[in-house]
């Protein structure tokens, strides 16, 4: 796979100078336990990013819980993480590869060639008594320089207009029961945007917690035209981002984020909500 790399890969070059290992995990409601589980063990020379204070910007009246932050700001903040577009980037969580997505989609939209996400995750690189220290690594800032990518990205009018005219594939990314709007546990409208269709994302990992094969990702978007814009979206722009991976895994070029997702959607009262299946 292009997009994905083994614990066992990852562990073969460990000591590479060209690597730069970066732990994203993160728990939602509790904003600090991710670092506090980085401080406690983490893989050997990883640095640490947050989702809230790195990969985000503050939450305001628009653009969703978890929106897009400054570029600039964002490749300040991976240029004193000793990233630049020299280094081969593997990124690891402990939530299903759903942050890390999240990072890799980002250095891919700010023009980065070589970005990975670790298959499985921390607890299982512990399990397999792979090495694990205490120790924060000596970091050396370097500069990044962020091209934009903007072909990767859609606002809220955009969605607005695909919605309404069917003129690209939308994906909703969350569970099957906030998209048919039985439930919503987050958010303060429940449904879907319309015209969307739901592929959890977390029907990419099969029962022991392993990204599914690159065929088997082939067959669950079988049905979506490759040749369309494809548009994913969430609830904040976080767990859309694994979809994207594996649809650019599977060959499809026209896949968008919506980055502001279901939370900005329904931050405009004017906005349609959909329910059921479609």
Known sequence: MKNLVSMKWLLARLYEPD????????????????????????????????????????????????????????????????????????????????????????????????VYVMDEGFTAWSQANFPVTAETPVVIPVRYEAELQPAMLVDVD?????????????????????????????????????????????????????????????ERFAAVPKDNDVIVYCGSGVSACPNILALDEAGFGKVKLYGGSWSDWVSYEENPVATGTE
């Not at 670092?35 to 969703?64: C, F, M, N, Q, W």
């Not at 700001?73 to 980037?89: H, L, M, Q, W």
């Not at 709007?181 to 977390?202: S, T, Y």
């Not at 029962?207 to 088997?216: F, K, L, N, V």
């Open 158 to 218: 955009t969605v607005k207009q695909i919605s309404s005219n069917g003129s690209a594939y939308l994906i909703d990314s969350r569970e099957p029961r906030r998209y048919e709007g039985l439930e919503e546990p987050i958010d303060p409208v429940a449904g879907h945007i319309p015209g969307a269709v739901n592929f959890f994302w977390k029907d990419l990992l099969d029962d022991q917690g392993h990204w599914i094969s690159s065929e088997a990702i082939q």
């Open 19 to 114: 690597i730069i290992i970066v732990d994203c995990r993160f728990t939602l409601g509790q904003p600090d336990a991710g670092r506090i589980s980085y401080e406690k063990a983490h893989i050997p020379h990883a640095v640490y990013l947050d989702l809230d204070k790195d990969l985000s910007s503050p939450v305001s009246t628009h653009g969703g819980r978890h929106p897009l932050p400054d570029m600039n700001v964002f490749a300040d903040t991976v240029g004193r993480a000793g990233i630049d577009k020299d280094k081969r980037v593997v990124i690891y969580d402990d939530q299903g590869g759903m942050i890390a997505s999240r990072l890799w989609w980002m250095l891919k939209y700010t023009g980065h060639p070589s």
